[in-house]
């Protein structure tokens, strides 16, 4: 159990010596935002730190690629039980530097050991040669192979630090890659520990490295020398760096912005409703890409959703700590509590209605904000269109489903949608929405634990997929060997 205070020394230094900084003079801090306390510092990197950990990875890369998926799959199944093994410390480094509840924090954990165990047992099945006909009268022997990209970049942000720093980051290892991450200067610590890990495993020292330092100058030299670039973050920042990686026509697959709606039809169990709206829209204090921002309501059913979710909300336990028994915690810093309020100052500006929460809560800690629902906000309030990235969200009464599919496909983004119904409506309307991942009955969860099929968004929302064959097989080249027979 890690004091909820500065990293203990050796630990502190332990994480830092896995950077390839090498430049040492500027410090970053980071902070806890549960308390607002310093817990530590990293490096501030650039370009020629980038550099070093390129010329490392792309020598370690050499040699990896001549070993077996075989022999790598021993290596991540060791890492899957040391993830398991140190679940408590993780959350602690997790929480510390998020200031997120734990069993958010043990959301993490757990999707860094269900993901690295399906790639782990299924990379080879992925990635091995496929036998292909080919067209007569030739008769052709067609061998499908996968060839690692060489070394691929990584660029996340603060909101899942140990999923987004190590789950994409094990498929692309397992195809026979080297990483070069850069982590959010907000959440280092978590992907550190993790590499830590993954070394005590087994995974050759150099073949992941771990950049600190600001986004545009470390994050702009990853995605300047990179043979593939995995990208997490705002759309803003993915279209500064898909102008890059279009330049170099080198790949990118990208996960940015949603504004996730919600749709609950009068045929829905308002009972499994009521169980799942708060954990769809404040999960991880709504710091989450697939988080429910927008819920639409048939209009026999509204007052009692409404009704129903208000008491939901209001139940809810905020708090700073370790403990299990808070539902959701803190914001990560100063910026978002701003931004998260301005959205909200907005909205009862122009005259919506507050059902619970709208307000900050110092009195138990600094960056915390209540799980705020809001009603009839006027059109044009920016917080009907845009992503607010916190524990935000806003209800409507529609008359049919078609209004609640016309609103809900509305944005310019398409990463995930809800709808809750008995099956039959429910998939009739899911085959109407315009997003990557849609729960029928559930908030986000399902879509989100689904390893094993695709997951990534529509329209803005992004490029490419986690998860599945897909979210392999990205880093890979494709080489087709086509024989002529006799
Ligand atoms: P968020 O709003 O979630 O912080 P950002 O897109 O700003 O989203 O940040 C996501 C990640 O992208 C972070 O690691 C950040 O440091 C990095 N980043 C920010 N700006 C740039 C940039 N211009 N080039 C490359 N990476 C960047």
Same mark, same amino acid.
């Given at each position: ?7 203990? &020394?050796?630990?502190?230094?332990? %994480?830092?010596?896995? +950077?390839? *900084? =090498? $430049? #040492?003079?500027?410090?970053?801090? !980071? ?98 040669? &496929?036998?292909?006909?080919?067209? %007569?009268?030739?008769? +052709?022997? *067609? =061998? $499908? #192979?996968?060839?690692?990209?060489? !070394? ?335």
């Amino acid at each position: 159990r890690l004091p909820l205070g500065p990293l203990p &020394k050796e630990l502190h230094q332990t %994480l830092l010596d896995l +950077t390839a *900084n =090498t $430049q #040492q003079a500027a410090k970053v801090e !980071v902070q806890a935002p549960f308390t607002g306390e310093v817990i530590g510092y990293v490096f501030n990197g650039d370009e020629q730190d980038v550099e070093h950990a390129f010329a490392l990875s792309r020598a370690a890369q050499k040699k990896w690629v001549h070993t077996t998926t075989a022999e790598r799959k021993k290596i991540f199944l060791r890492f899957h039980d040391l993830v398991l093994k140190n679940r408590e410390l993780l959350m602690d480094i997790v929480q510390l530097e998020t200031g997120k509840n734990r069993a958010s924090a043990a959301d993490e954990v757990l999707d860094v050991a269900i993901t690295t165990r399906f790639y782990a047992n299924n990379a080879g099945k992925f990635l091995n040669d &496929k036998k292909r006909p080919g067209a %007569l009268p030739i008769i +052709t022997k *067609n =061998t $499908q #192979q996968y060839v690692p990209k060489g !070394v691929v970049g990584q660029i996340t942000p603060w909101n899942y630090p140990l999923t987004l720093g190590v789950s994409d980051a094990v498929p692309a290892l397992l195809a026979g890659n080297a990483v070069v991450a850069k982590p959010d200067l907000a959440t280092p610590f978590s992907c550190l520990i993790m590499v830590h890990l993954l070394i005590e495993a087994g995974l050759p020292r150099d073949l992941m490295q771990v950049v600190t330092g600001p986004g545009d100058v470390v994050g702009g030299a990853i995605a300047a020398q990179c043979d593939f670039l995995m990208f997490t973050g705002s759309t803003a920042t993915g279209r500064i760096l898909g102008r890059t990686m279009g330049e170099r026509l080198v790949g990118f697959s990208a996960e940015l912005g949603g504004k996730n709606p919600l749709i609950v039809a009068k045929d829905a169990d308002l009972v499994k409703v009521e169980a799942e709206l708060s954990q769809a829209c404040f999960s991880n204090s709504g710091q989450l890409c697939v988080s429910i921002e927008r819920i639409y309501v048939e209009e026999d059913v509204y007052e009692e959703v409404v009704a129903r979710f208000s008491k939901a909300v209001k139940a809810m336990s905020i708090g700073a700590g370790f403990e299990w028994k808070y539902e959701m915690g803190s914001l990560i810093n100063q910026a978002q509590l701003d931004r998260v309020s301005i959205f909200v100052d907005q909205a009862k500006a122009a005259g919506a209605t507050v059902l619970c929460g709208g307000k900050s809560r110092p009195d138990i800690g600094p960056f915390f904000y209540e799980p705020t629902v809001l009603a009839d906000v006027p059109e044009g309030t920016p917080l009907l269109t845009e992503e607010v990235f916190g524990p935000v969200v806003f209800i409507e009464k529609v008359a049919t489903l078609e209004e609640a599919v016309d609103k809900a496909n509305g944005t310019p983004y398409g990463l995930n949608a809800s709808v809750f119904a008995s099956s039959e409506t429910g998939n009739l309307v899911a085959g109407q929405l315009e997003a990557g991942g849609i729960g029928i009955n559930d908030g986000y969860a399902a879509t989100w634990a689904s390893v094993s099929t695709p997951l990534g968004g529509m329209k803005q929302s992004g490029l490419g997929h986690r998860h599945g064959a897909e979210g392999i097989t990205k880093y890979a080249e494709i080489r087709n060997i086509a024989e002529q027979r006799w």
